[in-house]
């Protein structure tokens, strides 16, 4: 079956749960109801994180894009992810807030800025709504209580009883067995895999977020957060639950052992489950407290336009595993510099663009199918290439259909200007006016060949930070070192 309000090639998409490819057919015609997993506010998010709403707004886009009217919900946690994805470990929110003597919702408030600072330096469109959990306790508790069926009361908290449910884990079986092996043990549950859904403030402590509930003062538990969010807003079942494929193994299959209590049948409370695979470092897993702590603001600070990280993300399959390198940015910026390049010269003629023009339906069918194929956005990128270098189309016809499949990709192709994405690292010790000035006067002594003045000036530049680059197929004279 497919779905008759819906443009172009059936949409397919790879869904975790299945691990099938499979079409869309949204849950109510003509909508697609997205919930992805969002950040915990205690740090701030690594580029691995971004990556994983890079992927969920390339799928919003597309879903867009198809037709569909969108209605996104990204959460974000500030209460109750613990320190390990199960049950064990300190609250990552109290545990940051006791080390910086600060308060919790100081340090939800700084970092949840710090992310959204993110999200639009990416170019990540905003969701319809973001869910703050910390806002839905009472929610939760009432969600809790309707599934209390499924729980037992421990003196650590309630708990869920996987048991109780129709193929608990099969998501996690969709990719390796190891999530029940990580799993810490906890005093008296019954079942390994069984986890908290409202953990109790131990006698004798007082938390900085604790809420009085029918099992004590506590607080929820993670999973619990999502499952409540996102049926509240996008009512079960939507259409797409997505994040990182890390939520794979223990979230994602306790949200959907939640749903399945929660209404009463063994469907999972979201038809496609998807996955993003991770951003990794050469030596290994990202981490935020390992080596150097790669933020979005380490590589704008380096003088990296956060757009080049953007299409470092593009250029490879959500599903695949991408190594960051700052070579593999480095290209990716020459890349989106010559995008813009061919952008730019289509600026100034001025002409109202028809993007239907039958010369380009070709590119715009290649285009679609390539997105609709799983997000195939490498493929959709080599359409957009071939598009800008494309002879003979009048260039507002261009224009328009550029700006249509850049509403896709996200690039922001014709707002962004060359000069914009000149390297230019914020310790720089010479101002640009003073490059251009410098680079300038050796452009004309190269002209009447004073090459001791031409070398002298390169070897001045260089002295402050800047690698003079002759002949660069790209125009781009020089950058900061
Ligand atoms: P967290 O703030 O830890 O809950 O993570 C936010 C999102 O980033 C989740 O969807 C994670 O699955 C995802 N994520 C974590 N690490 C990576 C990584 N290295 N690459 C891609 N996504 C990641
Ligand atoms: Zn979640």
């Known amino acids: 079956m497919s779905d008759r309000t819906a443009t172009g090639a059936p949409l397919r998409l790879f869904n975790s749960l299945t691990r099938q490819i499979e079409t869309f057919v949204p849950v109510h015609p003509g909508e697609a109801r997205v919930y992805s997993c969002g950040p915990t506010v205690y740090n701030y998010p690594h580029i691995g994180n971004m990556r994983a709403y890079v992927f969920a707004d390339v799928l919003g886009r597309t879903l867009s894009w198809k037709g569909y009217k969108l209605k996104h919900v990204i959460n974000i946690t500030d209460v109750g992810h613990l320190t390990d994805d199960a049950d064990a470990g300190e609250d990552k929110l109290e545990k940051a807030a006791a080390e910086r003597a600060k308060s919790i919702w100081d340090i939800a408030r700084h970092y949840t800025e710090a992310y959204w600072a993110d999200i639009q330096a990416l170019n990540i469109r905003q969701p319809a709504q973001w869910t703050i959990a910390t806002d839905y306790v009472p929610k939760m508790i009432a969600f809790a209580q309707s599934i209390e069926a499924h729980c037992y009361e421990l003196e650590s908290g309630l708990y869920f009883d996987t048991s109780t449910v129709a193929d608990y884990g099969r998501l996690a079986r969709a990719g390796t067995d190891e999530g029940e092996s990580r799993i810490e043990p906890v005093e008296g549950k019954r079942h390994a895999a069984d986890f908290a859904i409202w953990r109790k403030t131990p006698p004798g402590e007082t938390r900085q977020m604790e809420w009085d509930s ?23 079942p939507f259409d797409i639950h997505n994040g990182g494929i890390d939520h794979r193994e223990i979230h994602h299959p306790n949200e959907i052992a939640q749903n399945q209590a929660f209404c009463r049948t063994s469907a999972s409370g ?10 990794v470092e050469r030596t290994g897993k990202m981490s935020k407290s390992a080596g150097e702590f790669l933020r979005l603001q380490l590589l704008i600070d380096k003088g990296y336009h956060p757009l080049a990280y953007r299409l470092m993300c593009l250029q490879a399959h959500y599903r695949s595993e991408l190594e960051f390198s700052w070579e593999g940015l480095q290209a990716a910026l020459v890349r989106l510099k010559r995008m813009v390049m061919a952008a730019e010269r289509l600026v100034d003629v001025g002409e109202e663009g028809d993007a239907s023009h039958p010369k380009l339906a070709p590119l715009v069918e290649r285009f679609d199918s390539a997105i609709s194929d799983d997000l195939n956005t490498a493929v959709a990128l080599t359409v957009l290439d071939e598009v800008l270098a494309a002879k003979k189309i009048d260039a507002g016809a261009k224009r328009a259909l550029i700006a249509r499949l850049d509403a896709v990709l996200g690039l922001r192709l014709l707002e962004v200007t060359r000069a914009e994405l000149r390297i230019r690292p914020r310790d720089a010790v010479i101002g640009e006016e003073q490059v251009a000035a410098s680079v300038a006067f ?23 930070g800047v690698e003079v680059m002759d002949g660069d197929p790209l125009g781009w004279e020089w950058k900061l070192k």
């Not at 099992?215 to 009512?235: D, I, K, N, Q, T």
């Not at 979201?270 to 951003?279: E, G």
């Open 442 to 464: 050796r452009r004309e002594k190269r002209a009447q060949q004073d090459y001791a003045a031409t070398d002298r000036l390169r070897d001045e530049l260089a002295a402050k």
């Open 270 to 279: 979201a038809n496609i489950w998807m996955h993003n695979n991770f951003l």
């Open 214 to 236: 029918p099992w004590g003062r506590g607080a929820p538990g993670w999973h619990l957060e999502c499952s409540v969010m996102s049926g509240e807003v996008l009512g079960f």
